[in-house]
């Protein structure tokens, strides 16, 4: 099968974008790993295929899939990279594009600039919300934010849980350059109570504006940006009283914009979204 593909990144976090719209795909766990992989494949951090919606009044749906091979519910920057790739591909002009994914309908929206800023929903913060067993974790308040003592590579990790329609655990860091991130966040993957795994953000808060963030992804391991990791790490901010409304996130692969203007609202995201190159691939 000759695969028709789109290489693209936001902030550095790399996707390769498969339009499959007019004529449904269907891949094996093993046709995506080796699509992502790096050496003998595309390469990306994960496999996003857009198709039709199967809801009324609904623009598209696009599924998630991230190295491993597994489908995931949601991610912030393949969102904004969804956005440009339908309309590069002539699938639509709309400047707001309603989406369908596993967690709900997002609606990104392309600015005069080129940025793409996403309705990301509004967080969650039970445990149930993130399939995480809480029962015998100990805890304790910070403002109005609540944080969990996990014991991970031989350290203690106090860490915010939100769901940005995946899970998150958030750990505040003084230095997010020394930050433990592959051991941490490897760790994480193995404890029974995160039952569906977690992504690890390390959160480094420069001024009530400005954040650093390192994030392990479940399923692919640290990447150069992850757009629901920086909502996650910024709604944990400003829950523990830490960060101002509107942030600006720095990742390793560039900078993300991110606002919440109350806990009964959604978070917005917006950043980043550029096509890479175009190619064909044999599989």
């Known amino acids: 099968m000759l695969l028709r593909f789109t290489k693209m990144q936001g902030a550095g976090n790399d996707f390769v974008m498969l339009n499959a719209y007019d004529k449904p795909l269907e891949l094996t766990t093993e046709q995506i790993r080796h699509i992502c992989d790096r050496r003998f494949g595309i390469g990306c951090d994960q496999l996003l295929v857009v198709e039709k919606s199967t809801l009324e009044n609904v623009d598209f749906r696009y599924r998630i899939f991230n190295q491993d091979g597994g489908e995931v519910e949601m991610c912030g920057n393949g969102a904004r990279c969804f956005a440009v790739f339908v309309r590069e591909e002539g699938l639509t002009q709309k400047r707001t594009i309603t989406c369908q994914t596993m967690k709900g309908i997002i609606a990104p929206t392309v600015e005069d600039d080129g940025r793409v800023t996403v309705d990301m929903g509004r967080p969650r913060f039970d ?33 915010s849980i939100v769901s940005m329609g995946n899970p998150h655990a958030v750990r505040l860091v003084g230095e997010v350059s020394k930050a433990s991130v592959k051991e941490v966040g490897a760790a994480f993957q193995e404890l029974a109570c995160f039952k569906e795994r977690v992504n690890v953000g390390f959160l480094q808060i420069v001024d009530r504006t400005h954040a650093k963030l390192r994030v392990y992804e479940r399923g692919v391991g640290e990447t150069l940006a992850c757009g629901t990791g920086a909502c996650a790490a910024v709604v944990a901010g400003i829950r523990r009283g830490a960060l101002d409304r509107a942030v600006e996130v720095e990742m390793r692969g560039g900078r993300l914009k991110i606002s919440w203007a109350s806990e009964s609202e959604s978070v917005f995201l917006t950043g980043p979204a550029q096509s890479v190159f175009k190619g064909e691939m044999e599989i």
Do not use: C, H, M
């Open 127 to 159: 445990p149930q919300d993130l399939a995480f067993d809480a029962s015998g974790v100990s805890k304790l308040t910070r403002a109005a934010d609540t944080l969990y003592q996990i014991r991970a590579a031989g350290e203690d990790n106090w860490v």
